[in-house]
């Protein structure tokens, strides 16, 4: 099993450039391909951004191309979401989550992850 904690959410500005974190715990985490997804509100939850498990190989939804990042720190056992030039659209609940049944890939369907971390809120200002 794999606890995921996210953080770094809050309140930012339209253009600014927070970070989120996803800090892993228990099994070999640095094994797993990892997602990012969030949740706007009335909205469903929806794919943002995949990193395999080596760290080289990653994908994006269309709306955050070039302005996300994907990244990975095995030794820290820890998934980053950069993200540069938000706007209101970005507002959402942010979760990261751990595809732990398969050590290769790269993954965009919900239903391909197992382990979810509880989220962390983006509230973008205009």
């Known amino acids: 099993q794999v606890q995921l904690v996210e953080s770094g959410g809050g309140l930012v500005q339209a253009g600014g450039s927070p970070r989120l974190s996803c800090a892993a715990s228990g099994r070999t985490f640095r094994s797993y391909p990892m997602g990012w997804f969030r949740q706007a509100p009335g909205k469903e939850r929806e794919f943002v951004a995949a990193i395999s498990w080596t760290g080289g190989n990653t994908h994006y939804t269309d709306s955050v191309k070039g302005r996300f990042t994907i990244s990975r720190d095995g030794a820290k056992n820890t998934v980053f979401l950069e993200m540069n030039s938000l706007k209101p659209e970005d507002t959402a609940v942010y979760y990261c989550?751990?595809?732990?049944?398969?050590?290769?890939?790269?993954?965009?369907?919900?239903?391909?992850?197992?382990?979810w971390g509880q989220g962390t809120q983006v509230t973008v200002s205009s």
């Open positions: 989550a751990a595809r732990t049944s398969t050590y290769s890939g790269i993954y965009y369907s919900q239903a391909d992850y197992g382990s």
